[in-house]
């Protein structure tokens, strides 16, 4: 055996042939250690670890659930989160078009910013259409107008 792979192989093979069952063993071992340990008896009998697998399924079936509820709770709130800030995207925009209607002017960064408000609105509103967008249709247009204007005019303070 002169080719040092298949030497590298065979000490590999001969290493999990000799830890595999002693690793068992171990296990084993550990169990009656933490049984002896937890109940004072010195033997688990095949009943002691049926109820222990029946009671961590029990257990995990119940976490399951509670993992559950927890999800549809934070995608309820999640989702309430997004409705409110695009309500907030709304008021926002509806404010800058008023200050846009009685000549407030604005920043380029001010628009910049409206914009990226409209955009995440509009983004709301697509996926959700049940939300009541109608408040800010003629607002958005009139925003845009006014940036477009603005741009071309290069008058924003």
Not at 12 to 38: D, G, H, Y
Not at 78 to 97: G, H, P, Q, T, V
Request: negative net charge; contains cysteine; charged residues 30%.
């Amino acid at each position: 055996m002169e080719d040092p792979q298949i030497r590298a192989q065979l000490t590999t093979l001969l290493i999990a042939v000799v830890t595999v069952p002693a690793f068992w063993e171990f296990v084993k071992w550990l169990f009656s250690t933490l049984f002896t340990l937890f109940t004072g008896r010195k033997k688990a009998t095949t009943e002691d670890i049926s109820n222990s697998v029946k009671q961590l399924m029990a257990e995990s079936s119940e976490m399951r659930a509670d993992i559950r509820q927890i999800k549809e709770e934070a995608r309820a709130h999640n989702e309430e989160n997004l409705e409110e800030r695009a309500k907030s995207s709304r008021s926002k925009i509806l404010r800058f078009d008023d200050e846009l209607r009685v000549g407030t002017r604005h920043s380029y960064e001010y628009f910049e910013d409206i914009l990226r408000a409209i955009k995440e609105y509009e983004g709301y509103c697509n996926s959700h259409p049940k939300f009541k967008n109608r408040q800010a249709e003629s607002a958005i247009k009139h925003i845009q107008e006014a940036y477009d204007e603005a741009y071309e005019n290069n008058s924003f303070i």
